[in-house]
């Protein structure tokens, strides 16, 4: 296992738990400092890595949505449904929560000052292999890069300049549990609180357009662009700035393949999706649960080998996809609000009409409201197996195709 972030020590924690033997690999984190909101339905996967109890014993600020200021001065206050709430995690704490979750299970666990040399790419030792490879180094994808397979998404890139704020008294916000976010006419600014009256401020840039490429100081770019924002202005004049801004690579990019015979991409070394979904670490998570359970299938069902690589490599390019299409529909959204080449180079027209999930909802609305249904199985369909998850396992099952 290379890296230890939420997708290694997921994935390492639950080989463990099912008598592997596995040997994780990382470097310690770095000085940067990042803050990530991270939706409720994460218990889930959570529950399932069995690493629960430990992230809510780490205290971190469970929040109850977000406020957003998208395209528009006046705010949407967004509740999580049913009142569930999600966590703002320090990316810090929730490395180190899962990593000693993961040593707790077995996990044999390096971690080394510097970076890694990349793995070796000889091919597997034995036909089957017995044992595998996970990438799971986030941006710096050892063997992705190695296996030159991964393909930055074409148009301009995004940094992240992240900086702490200090408030003694309460920020004035509709729920400081929230993430803030507000799209300003060169980029777009977020916030997530923290601990004790701390929260993260970031500005996403252009780093050509926003004068970083020639060699302004990410603290003056990042005060520049605060400067230009509505709300977020407003909200650190009174606070006191504590450290950074730190600089994050916010670049989108995926994976060509995620798996190989003894080898797969997970969580960010196959993919990177763009942070306004605040899902990359359910996404990081998700696949490190399902890498667990595709190693396992290759390594305790040979036979089953090849169909839990290609289901893996299916699914993670198909969540890829989702992401980034939510992500162009959502840029599209406040793009006609500010006339800005940050926004007209992001914003991919026609991005707003592209939901293929309208005429499915309409035919079932129709099929809702039809006093009767008759049912009948067109002579195209068939019923063949599949790859689907069963336990731990990657198992075929008979589907309608
Ligand atoms: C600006 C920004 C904002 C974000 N906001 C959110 C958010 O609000 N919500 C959300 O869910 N996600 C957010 N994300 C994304 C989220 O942080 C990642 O998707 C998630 O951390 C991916 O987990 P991972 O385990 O795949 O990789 P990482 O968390 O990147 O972990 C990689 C691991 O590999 C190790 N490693 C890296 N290189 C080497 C090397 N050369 N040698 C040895 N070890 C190495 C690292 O030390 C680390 O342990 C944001 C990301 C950015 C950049």
Redesign the pocket.
């Known amino acids: 296992m290379?890296?230890?972030?939420?997708?290694?020590?997921?994935a390492g924690r639950l080989l463990a738990t099912w008598g592997h033997a596995v040997r994780l690999?990382?470097?310690?984190?770095?000085d940067a400092r990042?803050?990530?909101?991270?939706?409720p339905s994460?218990h889930k996967l959570f529950d399932a890595i069995g690493v629960r109890d430990a992230i809510e014993r780490a205290g971190f600020v469970r929040s109850t949505g977000h406020t957003v200021w998208w395209g528009s001065r006046d705010p949407r206050v967004e509740m999580f449904a049913g009142g569930a709430r999600g966590w703002q995690a320090d990316?810090h704490v929730?490395?180190a929560v899962m990593?000693e979750q993961a040593a707790a299970a077995g996990v044999t666990i390096e971690s080394?000052g510097?970076?890694?040399d990349p793995p070796s790419l000889d091919p597997p030792s034995s036909d089957p292999p017995v044992s595998f490879t996970l990438d799971?180094?986030?941006?710096?994808g050892?063997l992705a890069r190695a296996k030159a397979l991964r393909t930055y998404d074409d148009g301009p890139r995004t940094i992240?300049l992240?900086a702490s704020w200090r408030r003694d008294s309460p920020w004035p916000v509709p729920d400081d549990t929230h993430?803030l976010i507000e799209s300003y006419q060169s980029g777009w600014a977020?916030s997530?609180p923290v601990a004790g009256g701390t929260r993260h401020v970031?500005v996403?840039v252009d780093p050509q357009r926003s004068g970083l490429a020639r060699g302004s100081s990410a603290r003056e770019v990042y005060l520049a662009e605060i400067a230009k924002t509505s709300v977020f202005a407003g909200l650190i004049r009174d606070a006191a700035f504590a450290d950074g801004p730190w600089g994050?690579?916010?670049s989108t990019y995926r994976a060509d393949r995620y798996a190989g015979d003894d080898w797969l991409l997970?969580?960010?070394?196959?993919s990177?999706?763009d942070?306004l979904?605040?899902?990359?670490?359910?996404?990081?998570?998700a696949?490190?649960w399902l890498a667990a359970i595709v190693t396992h299938t290759c390594l305790v069902r040979p036979e089953m080998r090849r169909h839990a690589l290609d289901f893996f490599t299916a699914r993670e390019t198909e969540i890829e996809a989702a992401h980034a299409k939510a992500s162009r529909r959502f840029l599209a959204a406040a793009a006609p609000s500010h006339a800005h080449p940050f926004w007209s180079e992001r914003a991919e027209e026609g991005a707003l009409d592209d939901d293929e999930t309208t005429p499915l909802r309409a035919a079932f609305e129709q099929l809702r409201q039809a006093p009767s249904v008759n049912f009948r199985a067109d002579p195209a369909l068939r019923v063949e197996p599949r790859a689907a998850v069963s336990g731990r396992e990657v198992v075929l099952e008979p589907r309608i195709v």
């Open positions: 290379l890296g230890g972030g939420p997708a290694g020590s997921g690999v990382t470097r310690a984190p770095a990042l803050a990530v909101s991270l939706p994460c990316t929730l490395e990593l080394r510097g970076s890694l799971c180094t986030g941006r710096s050892l992240a992240v993430t977020w997530v970031a996403m994050w690579d916010a997970v969580g960010d070394a196959g990177f999706i942070p979904s605040s899902a990359g670490v359910k996404k990081a998570l696949s490190g």
